[in-house]
Every structure is written in C-alpha cells, then in structure tokens.
C-alpha cells in the first residue's frame, strides 16, 4: 500500500535559525555513532502525529524514502524533507504545530549530544549527575518556569484503549482545566490526548490563554506515541529513565488511567521511587481513574502491587473510579500539600529536587534478551529494589511491543525469556495475561503476537 508523501522545505520559528558546520556534520552523520537515525526516525514519527499507528518498524517501513536533510542558507537554516508524510501539511504548508515539534525534536537531540554526552561537567555515572542532567534538558526546552505555584498535573495512561476510557479521560482534563491546572502527558494518542483535550476546552471557558500542554517523550517510543496536536511544549529525552524522571521532576500530582504494559511500568517506576525510605515523608500524591468499567483492571494492578510490594506501595495510592469532578477536587486538596511542603522545605515549584531517586532507577536499561533473563525478581529484597527490577521487566515488553531495533531482535532470536521466583512471576504473568485479554497490548484490531515468555 502507498501513503501519500510531499516534498518540501521548512523554516525554523525563534531559537535554532543558525547551526555551525559541526551540529550539521552530526545530525546528517549516518554512522553508527552518528545522529542522523535518531533524528530522522524522531522526524518522522513528528510527522506522522495524526496516524492510528503503534509500530514503529511499521512507520519506518511506511515511508522508506523519507529523508530530512539541513540546508544552510544566508537567511539561517532550512529543513529540507523528501517523501514526508502528507498528512503533516494542509495545502502544501506544514501545520504550525508539526513544524514547532519538528524543530524541538531538533532542539533537543543537538542539547543532548553536544552539550551533556560530550561535556565532562555532567558525570552521568552519578545520581546528582543525571539529575542535573535531566534538570538542563528541561531548562534548555523552556519547560521550567519560576515564580508559579505547582499547578501540573501529569497524566499516564495507555495508547489502546477504549473509547469509554478515552472519553472519561477527557472528562477528568475537563474537570482538572476548569480548577485552573495544566496537563503534562507522554504526549501520545489515547489517555495521553484526551486529558489534554478537555483540558483545553476548560481552559477557553475560563479564559485561560496561557494553558500549558506538556509532551514529554523518547526517541525510542515517540514513532509508536507521535505527539498528539495539543501538545504545545514539547521535550524529547534521550533514553526512558530520563523521561521518567522528568515527569516526577516537574509533575506535581500524577493521575494513571487505564493504560497496558507501559502504564504498569510508570506506575513501578514511581512506586520505587515512593517505596526508598529517604522519601517517606515527601508528598506526592498519585491517583488511579478510570470509568466504572475499569474496576477490574485497576483491581487486578491493585492485586499484582499487594502481592509484589505488599501494603506499604498501596498505602501511596488512592483509586477513584467514574467521578471526574471527584478527582480534580481531590487533586485541588493534594496541589496544596504539595505547595505547602515546597515552600516549608524551600524545595523549587518546578522542580522536584527533594524527591530521592534511586540509581538503579536513572540508569539506562537495554532490554537485549541476556539482560531481560538477568532481571533480579524475587521477593528476599528491598521493596524499591523490586519495584525497579519490575520496572525494567515491563520496559523490556514496551520495546519488544513498539520499539523497532527490539522488534527486529526478537524477530531474529524470539521472544525475552523472564526468570525469577514463582511468587513474582505468577502475578507477574497473570497481570500480562490480563493486559492481552483486554486488548491493551496494540491498538484495536490488531492481533497481539507477545514478545517475552515467563520461565518459572
């Protein structure tokens, strides 16, 4: 089948008018160390923002000749794209939104190489040091506004789901937009649109023109969650544990709705973080929604953390379910807290520098199968310690799911296998089996082949 595709040119709008010889040599250097397959890939899937598609060899395999190149002109930089996908422009110009995406893209992939990997000032083998590093990301991006009373609410959930779950989404964005709060997502379609959407409705009936829709994404994931039209901050982190951490950083509450395997795997990453005892008396309040048909899966969440990480990660949550209105009053009552803590501890609103996260937490996790037959599952350790390994079981079945270099693995050498103790791994396996039963694996209509086995 051939997609329709439209060769053009495209200007930057402020920052990024002029690049030096070098950042141009980088971002068009197809070698392995090179950064032109990430921009091109991350480009593309910008591009592509509109497209019911989760896959992202599939998107790559879409559009073949798609090529994006910089031209260097007297008047600054232009990007010149072949083969892109048409659905990004209306008669021959690109939408505003796609090309502000298109160019932090940019932004961001350039910061990264040149300014963190290759400066000896950021020691990333150190916590302090991602920390600091995920803190310049986000300050480079504009993301990290001062003098503001904490207001973000960051909500998680799945790109397959429902359209009751997607509508009650909104309806909770609608409730948090008319309290006056701002909505950061994954910035994918789904649970992370929707917010967004009745957000942005609540916020034109109150007259706020400043509302902020933050996307924070990853060039690993973004081909299979292109940022959705709303978002109008975008951020691209290198790698899944530094988008994760930007969430906790500059979130204040966190709302999970129904979501698959990669929402399970944001609610462990949060709870490991929670769970170290350094953050016992820090408030981060974190909710779980859904409309009244989603009890049994946040039942079965609920389960699967009782079993794993016992009553203490459950004490940390609270479920409300098929009350919008409930859950925006509530995120009110806890904004507050968090508002109060910050200003006793002197911590900053925009970023959470007091949140203790742990290092097995920030460092970056490759999910090849020798690494996801090493994961470290049983329950004769700390809790924030399983929750980690946890964290990176559901990591490994995120890429195995959407990633394109995993896909190709695992269709060159099979499925991750993952080992650990019966008490881990039953749930473990039940809660998948579950994620598979209620089509939360792909988007609808599209047969799920899984991608690990559980070995007892």
């Known amino acids: 089948m051939k997609y329709d595709v439209v060769d053009a040119r495209v200007s930057p709008e402020g920052r990024l008018r002029v690049l030096s010889k070098a950042e141009i040599h980088r971002l068009l250097d197809h070698s392995e160390g090179g950064l032109y397959p990430v921009f091109r890939n991350s480009a593309l899937a910008v591009l592509n923002s509109g497209s019911f598609l989760d896959d992202g060899k599939e ?25 892109a996908p048409a659905i990004a422009f209306v008669d021959g110009e690109m939408i505003r939104g796609i090309r502000e995406h298109l160019f932090s893209v940019l932004r961001d992939i350039l910061f990264v190489a040149n300014d963190l990997v290759d400066n000896p000032s950021f020691d990333l083998s150190t916590t302090e040091g991602l920390t600091d590093a995920v803190f310049h990301i986000l300050r480079n991006a504009n993301l990290l506004l001062p003098r503001i009373e904490p207001n973000l609410v960051v909500c998680w959930g799945g790109h397959s789901i429902s359209r009751e779950e997607y509508d009650y989404s909104k309806s909770v964005g609608y409730q948090i937009g008319l309290r006056g709060f701002n909505i950061c997502t994954g910035c994918g379609p789904g649970a992370m649109k929707g917010p967004m959407k009745g957000a942005t ?18 060039p690993g994931i973004i081909a299979a969650e292109s940022p959705n039209p709303i978002v109008n901050e975008l951020v691209v982190c290198p790698d899944i544990e530094k988008r994760l951490e930007a969430f906790v ?26 769970l170290h005892p350094d953050n016992a008396e820090v408030p981060f309040p974190l909710i779980f929604t859904g409309p009244a048909s989603a009890a049994a ?5 609920d389960a699967f953390i009782g079993v794993t990480l016992g009553e203490a990660a459950r004490k940390r949550y609270t479920i409300i379910l098929d ?8 995120i009110a009552v806890e904004m507050k807290a968090v508002s109060a803590f910050r200003k006793e501890s002197k911590d900053a609103y925009y970023f959470n520098w007091s949140l203790k996260i742990p290092h097995e937490l920030q460092q970056p996790f490759k999910p090849t ?7 470290d599952l049983h329950l004769n350790q700390d809790k924030h310690k399983l929750a980690a390994s946890l964290r990176r079981a559901f990591s490994g079945v995120v890429a195995g799911n959407v990633k394109a270099d995993t896909l190709t693995a695992i269709q060159q050498y099979g499925p991750f296998d993952i080992h650990g103790d019966e008490s881990v791994l039953k749930p473990l396996d039940e809660l998948l089996q579950g994620f598979v039963r209620q089509g939360r694996m792909k988007l609808p209509g599209k047969a799920y082949v899984p991608c690990y086995r559980v070995v007892v």
């Open 59 to 83: 998107l790559l395999e879409r559009y073949p000749d798609f090529d994006i190149k910089i031209v260097q002109e007297q008047r600054g930089i232009q990007l010149q794209l072949r083969g």
């Open 201 to 218: 409705i609540a916020h034109s009936k109150q007259r706020i023109k400043n509302g902020r829709y933050i996307g924070i994404s990853e």
């Open 249 to 274: 950083r500059v979130g204040h509450v966190v709302v999970v709705f129904p979501g698959g395997v990669g929402t399970a795997e944001e609610i462990l990453y949060l709870l490991g973080i929670l």
């Open 297 to 301: 899966y946040f039942q079965q969440i």
């Open 323 to 330: 009350d919008p209105a409930a859950v925006a009053q509530r």
């Open 369 to 375: 199968h020798e690494a996801m037959r090493q994961l």
